[in-house]
Structures are given as structure tokens and as C-alpha cells.
């Protein structure tokens, strides 16, 4: 496969999940807003803003209106919501000849029909549309694509995205400190909810419902579950020659962090918890450059030259 084609592949799923995970913060989060009137808006703001990486005005008070602006309608900036459905689509439109019609159809409309702007009673109604549609555009690639090195580049890019979002979600826990989102909550955003009421048997509680979202090897959206998935699309694309260890670094950084989470105390994890998702996402970020290294250098461009006379 065509490295420009992988590339494309590998960030149509990473912006894909985006979308849907920052649809899924930023309904947690602005919602709390308005039902607390404990919680000071403007440092909540900016610490939102700081989470998902986007920079922090230093003077001016913050409202949820501004995150709204800039993570959700901004198509100029990265970590918005509109930002990741128009990057999704172009690198839909270059890997066509790769890309089920479909697929290219479902993300051509989305981007469409991207709203400018949102009215503030409208905001719910906006993420639940936003994480409908990412839903169709992975059924679409799950229900009808070959498991082949296409698939395993589409799912790498979720899967490391995947654990990246869930690793802020968990991090808005403690944003507002005792305000911040209760475990009901954010397993509700997670769509975890049910699933972990089947398997807990029980109210929420703080151990049982980070252990679920951080280690459980059956949810789709845990972070072990997604690092998993990950390593298992890398050992697919090129398999294992070697006889000892592991040389691929992608591999290797996320084998590290899968095993801090999965070998330690969760009470532990829970007692630390920015530090510990700050980690999950210093580590995604790390493997991403090092699978954009192995699998879409960036060369420089070929030049004829005149034959030596």
C-alpha cells in the first residue's frame, strides 16, 4: 500500500474518534456548567481548554460560549470538532481509490452539513448529531471492509485516539475537583454505562468505575481495550521477525504503558490520576510519531537530473 494512502487511512480514524470524543467532553462538561452554579466558569473554562491542548487566553473571563466557539465551531483550529470532520473528509476524498464509497458519502455529508454556529439550547442536540454520525462512519467501515492492512491503518488511528479521549475524559474528573463530573456521569458519556451496571451489579463507585474505563479488557472504550487494539494492529502490519523483544517503538511505548496500568493498584492510579492519564497521553502521542516514522516518512521529493556527458 501506498504510504500517502495508509496516511490517509490512518488519520480519517484518528479524526473520526476525535470528533466523538470531544463531542462526548464537551457535552459532559458545559452541561455541568449549567446545572452547578457552584463552579466557577471561568477557571473551568480554562482548564477545558488546556485539556484538549488548545491555548488559554491569558487576560478576560472565559463562558462556555467561547469553548463552544473554539472547540466545537472553529474550523481553523485542531482540536475542534468541525476542525476534525473537514480533516476527515479531505483525507477521505485523497485515498478515493482506498475508501468504500460509503464511507465517503457518510463523511462528505457530515461535512456539509456542519453547522457555524449553535444556539446554547441547542448544544446537546449538536454532540448527540456529531457522535451519530462518527457512529455510521465507523459501522460503515466495520460492517462491510476487508481485514486487511487498509482496516488495520483505519482501526490504529481510532484505537490510538480512542484511548487519548478517554484518558481527558477521566482527566475532567478533576477539573472542578468535588464539582467535577460524578462516575455516573462520564460512564453515561462513555456509553459505558449499561455495560458496567451488567458487570458491576452496583451504584458506581469511584474504584469500580475507573477500573472499568482504564483496565476492563472487554469495553470497547477502555484504555487497555484501545492500547490492545492498537498493539495488535501494529503486530498485523508487519509481523514479528525478531526473537527477542521488541524493536518497533510504537509497540514498545504502548506495551509500557498498557503494563503500568494493567500491573498496578488502581486505588493508586486513582490517587494520581492527571498525572496518570497525562502519561496515557504523552504515550499515544509518542507511538503516533512513531508509526507516521515507520510507515509515512516524509522523504524529499525526487528530482531528475541530466546524464553526465
Not at 504503558?257 to 497525562?278: A, G, K, V
Request: hydrophobic share 40%; with cysteine.
Amino acid at each position: 500500500m501506498l504510504s500517502r494512502i495508509a496516511e490517509s487511512l490512518f488519520w480519517i480514524g484518528r479524526y473520526i474518534e476525535r470528533s466523538d470524543g470531544t463531542a462526548r467532553i464537551l457535552d459532559v462538561h458545559l452541561q455541568l456548567l449549567l446545572e452547578d452554579p457552584w463552579i466557577e466558569e471561568n477557571l473551568a473554562c480554562r482548564s477545558l481548554l488546556q485539556l484538549m491542548g488548545s491555548p488559554v487566553p491569558e487576560e478576560g473571563e472565559l463562558t462556555r460560549k467561547d469553548v463552544l466557539a473554539t472547540l466545537a465551531m472553529d474550523r481553523t483550529h485542531p482540536a475542534s470538532i468541525a476542525y476534525s470532520i473537514t480533516s476527515a473528509r479531505e483525507n477521505a476524498r485523497r485515498a478515493r481509490e482506498i475508501v468504500p464509497t460509503e464511507l465517503w458519502e457518510c463523511l462528505n455529508t457530515t461535512s456539509a452539513r456542519m453547522p457555524r454556529k449553535v444556539a446554547s439550547e441547542k448544544t446537546h442536540d449538536y454532540f448527540a448529531w456529531v457522535r451519530e454520525r462518527a457512529a455510521l462512519a465507523v459501522g460503515i467501515v466495520e460492517a462491510g471492509a476487508s481485514r486487511d492492512d487498509a482496516w488495520h491503518f483505519f482501526t490504529l488511528g481510532r484505537s490510538l485516539e480512542q484511548a487519548d479521549m478517554t484518558a481527558r475524559l477521566l482527566a475532567t474528573r478533576s477539573l472542578t475537583e468535588a464539582s467535577g463530573p460524578s462516575w455516573t456521569t462520564i460512564l453515561r458519556s462513555c456509553g459505558a454505562y449499561e455495560s458496567y451496571l451488567r458487570t458491576y451489579r452496583g451504584v458506581p463507585s469511584a474504584r469500580n468505575a475507573a477500573e472499568y474505563l482504564l483496565m476492563d479488557r472487554l469495553f470497547p472504550r477502555s484504555i487497555v481495550f484501545s492500547v490492545s487494539r492498537a498493539e495488535q494492529c501494529l503486530r498485523d502490519l508487519e509481523p514479528r521477525t525478531d526473537r527477542a523483544g521488541v524493536t518497533g517503538q510504537a509497540q514498545r511505548v504502548l506495551g509500557q504503558i498498557r503494563s503500568q496500568l494493567e500491573y498496578r493498584p488502581i486505588m493508586d492510579i486513582l490517587n494520581d490520576l492527571p498525572l496518570q492519564m497525562m502519561r496515557v497521553q504523552d504515550a499515544t502521542s509518542t507511538a503516533s510519531e512513531a508509526i507516521g516514522n515507520r510507515y509515512f516518512p516524509k522523504g524529499n521529493v525526487p528530482t531528475w537530473t541530466g546524464e553526465a556527458s
